[in-house]
């Protein structure tokens, strides 16, 4: 795994860690349902720029050609 890779895959990780800790409150304040909202968004783009560079090397081109798509575009994807 590249270095780039792992930067995103690190991202992931932390996004994850800190979405448990914030459901794992016993309450939510608006403002801490706003962050879940905002990590599952950062969360869906960065799977998806992990599967466009996955893609692009498969078929023999620059992985660091992948860009981050708007969240809209990237929105409900399947994990």
Known sequence: MADDDKDIHAQIEALVEEEH???NATEHTEEQRARLRSIEEERDQLWDLV???DAKRQYGEDPDEAQ???EP???N???
């Open 21 to 23: 800790a914030l459901r």
């Open 51 to 53: 599967r466009q560079r």
């Open 68 to 70: 981050a798509r708007p």
């Open 73 to 75: 575009q990237v929105e």
């Open 77 to 79: 994807y399947l994990q």
